[in-house]
């Protein structure tokens, strides 16, 4: 990826280039690039973006002018201080929706700072209804819906009290009924169809507003999940949306580790807490500036690796927590010397590819990355 200019932070840049372990890359032409592919599927369906945990992980300071550059007009972030932090960066029209809604003591910041609170209860609409008696003015609310997932959401038997109520929903604007897809990572999955029929019948009952049901997956399973609205997340920044076939999205970061240490081994000798880690031979074996306290779990090492010029660098033995162990026979003698970097996301080895060694998915990988990384916004020739 060719650099064509850098945004620094001091929020997220804590370490210059000289005293850092290693380097993240985050491509911001790619996340816009992945928005508007997203949104290009859609029809007149609204493509809204989820910042959440600090976007992803990969800072939301940086990432969210340029989703609202790209056509972004709709926020949502999990918790209501997410949402203030987000609002500087956003022109005054956007819209921010807090998807956990607000505890009551967070309720009155939530609505006076221009964030639409997501309901998941009535003990949520009770709050709400009595903030707006109070500020006696109708509120700006979404409602969700819990359709087979048990997470987050009304009941089928509170989506009957409000119908039998409708005062319970007095001085509630709900411009939004939404609902959360459990499989939709998997297409064949039978509950993603009786998700969707359970959220249709359900959301017939309440007042009329925009509808959204789906997330990153669920846009890739056809027009009759899309609805009003989706809300993507994981997929704007690279990780791929379906279990099978190849991922249509840009790869988001890069993730360079300086070698810290190199040695030779002789068969025999053991690598790492436990010595789970013997050599069969003579070999190389370098120490690498990044560990689990950086997003790379212990689980992982078995099967896990790095790069360098296209040579694979298994890793060896436990990774700990500042640093692992890689393997580097592969490379020609004098190719790499301690200081020299190796490549631990790249385009071809991503967030999925570490996330399927370590036995878990691409978000957790991409929101565990460490600050501890020198980070580089970076935007593509």
Known sequence: MAVVNTVSSSART????????????VNLSAIAENYRYLKSRLGKTVCAVVVKADAYGLGVAQVAPVLEKAGAEHFFVAHVDE????????????????????????????????L?????SLEQVAVLRDLAAKMDKPLDVAIQLDTGMSRFGLSEADIHKLVASPELLKGLSVSLVMSHLACADTPQNQANTMQRERFEAYAHMLPQAALSLSASSGIFLGPQFHFDLVRPGAALYGVAPQNEGDNPLKPVVGLQAHILQIRHLSKGDRVGYGLTWQAHGPCRV??????????????????????????????????????MTVDLSAVPEGLLEEDSMVELLNESYGVDAVAKAEGTIGYEVLTSLGRRYHRVYAAAA
């Open 83 to 114: 949402g203030l932090a987000l609002r500087p960066f956003l022109s005054p029209h956007t819209s921010v929706t807090v998807l956990h809604g607000p505890r009551p003591d967070a309720a009155e910041v939530c609505v006076r700072n221009n």
């Open 116 to 120: 639409r609170p997501v309901l998941n």
């Open 286 to 323: 370098a120490t690498i500036a990044t560990g689990y306290a950086d997003g790379f779990a212990r689980a992982g090492a078995a099967a896990g690796c790095a790069w360098y010029k296209g040579y694979r660098l298994p890793i060896l033995g436990r990774i700990s927590m500042d640093s």
């Open 14 to 25: 804590l370490w210059p280039a000289s005293r850092a372990g290693a380097v993240l890359t």
